[in-house]
């Protein structure tokens, strides 16, 4: 996945394989709610400039997703912050741009000197393109095949 940094969102598209359909053609939720998790935890790597994990999940399926249609689109944006519990909001569209699941993600994050001395942070960060925005990759480019 990667992440591109617009204004107070952050957005992804992705892809959808066949084996990753619950029922025929239909994107299954298990993986609807892993790519909401992972571009929440971006929002916290990006703007509170930290990392954390996941605290809460909270799912609501409005609409099923074709797996079959092409690209999906995932929008997220840090809404609340509450002590050090960072409430995030995603939205999923599918390949015809409609609203099909909506999540709130509250993450527990760690204070910066720990994400930098105990978890990496930042060093697996901000991959910047040619573009007036950032790009963030989940892939160094050691990694990158």
Avoid at 31 to 46: K, Y
Wanted: with cysteine.
């Amino acid at each position: 996945m990667e992440f591109i940094e617009e204004g107070d969102e952050l957005i992804s598209t992705w892809d959808p394989a066949p084996n990753f359909q619950g029922w025929y053609n239909v994107l299954h939720g298990g993986i609807q709610s892993t790519l909401m998790d992972e571009i929440a935890s971006w929002v916290v790597f990006v703007k509170l400039k930290t990392s954390g994990v996941t605290a809460q999940l909270e799912v609501k399926y409005k609409k099923a997703v074709p797996s079959n249609m092409g690209s999906i689109k995932l929008r997220a944006r840090l809404i609340e912050m509450q002590r050090n519990i960072a409430i995030v909001d995603v939205k999923l569209y599918g390949p015809d741009n409609e609203l099909c699941t909506v999540a709130t993600v509250k993450y527990f994050t760690f204070p910066q000197e720990v994400a930098k001395e105990k978890l990496w942070y930042p060093e697996l960060m901000n991959e910047n393109d040619e573009h007036d925005h950032e790009v963030h990759s989940c892939c160094t480019s050691a990694s990158k095949k």
